[in-house]
């Protein structure tokens, strides 16, 4: 959203523009949860930033979540993609 434009603002611009109508679904919705803040700022407040007991921890739960003897968490999709790809010798 630019600098200095209300979210009310954006809704009417999107409005006008056709970008938004009543019949309008948005791409996603989150649902955030106090449980979900506690667990990022015991991150950002602990000695592991990028590393560490808690993603240790995501790549467990994620292995027996989808029953994989592997799992790797990345920084984001392209890292994702970047090492499926190697994996799969593309």
Do not use: W
């Not at 649902?31 to 015991?42: F, G, L, N, P």
Request: glycine share 4%; with cysteine; aromatic share 6%.
């Amino acid at each position: 959203m630019p600098f200095g434009v209300s979210m009310l603002k954006m809704n009417k611009i999107l409005e006008q523009n056709h970008i938004m109508t009543p019949d309008f679904i948005p791409y996603g919705r989150q649902c955030i949860e106090q449980e979900d803040i506690d667990s990022v700022v015991a991150v950002l407040t602990s000695d592991y930033l990028t590393q560490g007991p808690a993603v240790e921890r995501f790549e467990s739960l994620l292995r027996a979540a989808v029953k994989s003897e592997y799992a790797v968490a990345v920084n984001s999709a392209t890292s994702a993609l970047h090492i499926a790809c190697l994996a799969l010798d593309v």
